[in-house]
């Protein structure tokens, strides 16, 4: 039995409070804009209770679920924490409500429509306005879309203010949100982080720029090569191939060249630390800078691809692919009525090849570019994510080498390929495949001998004596 001085007891109300959930955190929003309205549903959703801070509290529009608003005065008395969402035009009445805001911290998210627009950041000026709350700019670079629609998970932002309590209270929240804080430092970076939404795809800069580059370099290539090597020799016009063929031929040779160049870092960084002989060393800036945007130059080379693939979909539909063909057939039936066309076997192979390791090339090609969309990425493990990317990544640029070679196979040695003593635009983009290829399999014959080694020895310690010597005899 139990004996009675062993029982603890408590009054009933306090057990009660005692487990009772504890009241979440007020916040308060001001502005009931999209930003603000968007801003307020996710902290809803995190848990947060949020009230609104509004010139019209009656009629300020339809609001979250479970958000209450008031006027600024009775909103900023109920939180500590007060998001400013509305325009650097609009803060003349919180200098009004500057008595009211002693001691509360203000997230500044306010950005700018162009660099330079105004003398000082709008985080500084915020800051001189009420000069008794603690400034803290951030979140600035959140989208409205981005807050409704959830997709923060991992999403990085930038903080920078004078007080370090104030920032920490602010980073909390955030990581609460999904984000990924990074401390910029004191208020005097608020210029910088109100910069960083104006950027036009600054990841995207340096592989449009090659893009572009190969491209009008190889248009014209061609179109010396085909077009007006043709008009001058051959005193034949066919400048209609500009708008297909030549693209056709461009857009194939930038797509390979641009998927090799998303490996060619990474096998660059692999002899850099096997010449150092260390992996903890720090590569140079512009190694750093060309392995950050290989996602860029690989979704590029996708987008060259699909252009290549609808092309080649339509050249059976041309006018002069149609007359053509029908040329071909009314020649031979006026020559010879009686045999059939002559079927040559190897030519089959050699185009059914082609097609093949197209389709192939194609199909990988768009697996790369699904798995690196966040949504699908998220969901695969990082082991999956680097097979998918490494391994069927480089499966995909020896399938579309090979595809080059076997387009060219019997035109290397020709003469009259080389129109004007150039080699075709095929031969000059496989080049950086090929180095590509051949320098990763010096990497890897290596680790596979190393391995292999391994293995067998590793047998051969756990063989029976008299085994051995059975092995040993054969």
């Known amino acids: 039995m139990m004996k009675p001085e062993s029982v603890s007891l408590h009054p009933l109300g306090a057990a009660a409070a005692s487990s009772a959930a504890p009241v979440p955190e007020m916040l308060c929003i001001f502005g009931t804009g999209d930003l603000g309205r968007s801003l307020g549903l996710r902290l809803l959703q995190s848990g947060y209770r949020v009230v609104y801070g509004s ?72 800051q001189r306005l009420v000069p008794g709350a603690s400034v803290v700019k951030g979140l600035n670079t959140l989208s409205a879309w981005a807050l409704q629609n959830g997709l923060l998970a991992g999403k990085q932002v930038y903080l920078c203010g004078n007080s370090a309590e104030a920032k920490r209270a602010v980073a909390e929240m955030a990581t609460k949100l999904g984000l990924t804080v990074l401390d910029k430092g004191s208020l005097s970076a608020a210029g910088e982080l109100e910069d960083f939404p104006l950027q036009l795809f600054p990841e995207w800069r340096l592989p449009l720029s090659v893009a572009v580059g190969l491209t009008a370099f190889f248009y014209f290539y061609l179109l010396i090569r085909d077009v007006i090597y043709g008009y001058v020799e051959q005193d034949k016009d066919i400048s209609y191939r500009i708008m297909v063929s030549l693209g056709n031929k461009v857009f194939p040779i930038v797509s390979l060249i641009m998927l090799s160049l998303c490996y060619l870092p990474g096998v660059i960084a692999a002899f850099l630390q096997l010449y150092r002989g260390t992996k903890y060393s720090r590569f140079p800036d512009w190694l750093d800078r060309w392995m950050l945007c290989r996602k860029q130059m690989g979704l590029i080379a996708l987008g060259f691809a699909f252009l290549h693939a609808i092309y080649t979909f339509i050249t059976p539909t041309r006018y002069s692919v149609r007359h053509k063909l029908i040329t071909l057939v009314v020649d031979e039936m006026k020559n010879n009525k009686t045999t059939p066309f002559y079927f040559d076997n190897t030519e089959a192979w050699g185009q059914d090849s082609f097609y093949v390791l197209g389709i192939l090339g194609f199909f990988l090609y768009v697996l790369l570019g699904l798995t690196s969309l966040p949504s699908v990425g998220g969901s695969l493990s990082w082991r999956e994510f680097s097979f998918i990317q490494s391994k069927l990544g480089h499966l995909t640029l020896f399938i579309c080498t090979a595809h080059g070679y076997i387009y060219g196979w019997n035109k290397f040695l020709r003469l009259s390929t080389y129109k004007w003593y150039t080699p075709p635009g095929y031969m000059l983009c496989l080049i950086v495949p090929s180095v590509v290829l051949v320098l990763k399999a010096l990497v890897i014959l290596p680790c596979v001998d190393r391995t292999l080694t391994r293995i067998r020895q590793g047998w051969e310690r756990n063989q029976p004596r008299e085994e051995m010597g059975k092995v040993t005899n054969l």
Request: hydrophobic share 40%.
């Open 55 to 126: 010139r019209r509290p009656h009629s300020c529009g339809p609001l979250p679920q479970g958000a209450q608003v008031m006027s600024h005065e009775t909103a900023a008395q109920s939180a500590s924490l007060i998001f400013i969402c509305v325009h650097r035009e609009h803060y003349g009445f919180l200098e009004t409500m500057a008595p009211d805001l002693a001691g509360k911290v203000l997230v500044d998210l306010s950005n700018n429509l162009k660099k330079g627009m105004y003398p000082e950041p709008n985080a500084a000026y915020l």
